[in-house]
């Protein structure tokens, strides 16, 4: 059996790999809402209100946000469920769990639970979620097949999986551009404005790792969702699956 | 877009007004309305509607096909009966869910036609992309014969959608 798996491009022991990824986001908590809105032109927001937009999630709704860092999302579902709803923000890094405490306190919002939590065992009961959403988490995730069971596990009957993750680009010159871009222009954003050009060498490495869109979908569908699609957002660079447990 | 602003406004919809669909759940209907080739899978789960645009080979309750005007007509709350009567519809499977699915969509207040406007507004845009690439790639054959043909084709898109190559091309995919 493969006991490595890649980080960026290298290749690195499965072991390792998780104290590695957790090594860039300790590094980079503090500047993370900053260094999205740069990197991305502030599209990232964009992207990321079309998931909510996809969720089909509503007042009462009990919501799981895996790796929801800063917590962007949680306050967007938080606002969706009310009061009668429940929102968790999971992530497996604590650094990134304190700015979004910070994050959410600053929005005026106590009422979501932070769970400190891999996704590869996530801490709850069987069918306990409306919906799970992870974005921009899952290519850091070592064994991605069981994290999706794991999801799969915890979602309700009916309940949807959105996976928000950078993916392949169809076209072949916005290929060339954003290749010249996330290898050239992203560390070196990520040198000047967090002195850190190495995690940001990092994130354009994990990016060309990440399963594409069909085999994404096909992952999905093995974890035991009966229903699985995905939009291209932005040309590709960005897709969105969505799952449902049948 | 399209299928996400239908899926958005039902549940809403459901949501709003409290309707139970549990009468639905676990059902799977497909619509296709064949002229404009356009093919919807509503799923109803745990009292929640799903629409998504392929079934992953899996059983459907009923089958319906209809055309662009009975679509349309659906969502206008025309009754199910007269639809039926006038043979602008064809139900393959539950009947009766077929009904239930059709009395949603009446109460929906979806636009559709502005949807629909949308959808078939990216076909042609589609299609004349198409064109335009088959003459890119037509430098080698004979100036005349070509524009012959690009002249009969896009008269037939024009008049006859359904009846033009790229429409059975986009059909088949």
């Not at chain 1, 709704?61 to 967007?76: E, N, Q, Y």
């Not at chain 1, 009310?82 to 497996?92: F, H, N, R, T, W």
């Not at chain 1, 959410?104 to 106590?110: A, F, P, Q, S």
């Not at chain 2, 080979?57 to 969502?75: G, M």
Request: glycine share 6%; charged share 25%.
């Amino acid at each position: 059996m493969d006991k490595t798996t890649h980080f960026g491009f290298k290749q690195v022991d499965v072991e390792k790999k998780q104290g590695l990824v957790k090594g860039v986001f300790d590094s980079v908590a503090g500047k993370y809402d900053l260094m999205n809105d740069v990197m991305s032109m502030g599209t990232h927001r964009l992207w990321k209100n079309y998931t909510i937009s996809s969720s089909n999630v509503s007042e009462g709704d009990h919501v799981l946000d895996i790796a929801g860092g800063t917590g962007d999302l949680a306050i967007k579902f938080r606002k969706k469920v009310g009061e009668s709803g429940k929102v968790i923000l999971s992530d497996i890094n604590g650094s990134m769990l304190n700015e979004g405490r910070k994050n959410l306190l600053n929005h005026g919002i106590i009422d979501v639970d932070f769970v400190q939590a891999n996704a590869e065992s996530l801490p709850f009961e069987d069918n306990t979620f409306d919906c799970v959403s992870i974005a921009f988490g899952l290519r850091n995730v070592t064994n991605k097949d069981v994290a999706l069971q794991q999801m799969y596990r915890v979602l309700k009957k009916g309940g949807t999986l959105l996976i928000l993750e950078f993916s392949k680009v169809e076209n072949e010159m916005l290929k060339k551009i954003y290749d010249l871009y996330s290898f050239n222009v992203i560390p070196k954003f990520g040198e000047f404005f967090a002195n850190d050009e190495d995690s940001y060498q990092y994130l354009a490495e994990s990016i060309r790792k990440h399963p594409d869109q069909e085999t994404l979908k096909s992952m999905a569908l093995d974890a035991g969702f009966g229903f699985c699609e995905y939009h291209n957002l932005t040309g590709g660079i960005v897709a969105l699956h969505k799952a449902i447990k049948t | 877009m399209f299928r996400l602003a239908i899926e958005k406004a039902l549940n809403h919809m459901v949501n709003v007004n409290d309707i139970n669909i549990t009468r639905l759940d676990n059902s799977l209907v497909s619509v296709y309305v064949d002229d404009i080739d356009l093919r919807l899978f509503f799923l109803c789960l745990n009292s929640r509607i799903f629409v998504i645009e392929n079934s992953e080979q899996k059983n459907t309750n009923v089958d319906i096909t209809l055309n662009k005007k009975a679509f349309l007509a659906l969502f206008k709350g025309i009754s199910f009966e007269d639809l039926i009567e006038s043979e602008d519809i064809e139900i393959n499977g539950s009947i009766k869910t077929a009904q239930q699915l059709a009395d949603l969509l009446a109460l929906s207040s979806i636009d559709i036609e502005e949807l629909i406007s949308q959808y078939t507004g990216d076909i042609i845009a589609h299609q004349l992309g198409q064109t335009l690439d088959r003459i890119k790639g037509s430098s080698s054959q004979e100036k005349d014969s070509f524009v012959e043909n690009l002249k009969n084709e896009f008269t037939t898109l024009l008049i006859a959608p359904s009846r033009s190559k790229f429409f059975k091309k986009a059909r088949s995919r």
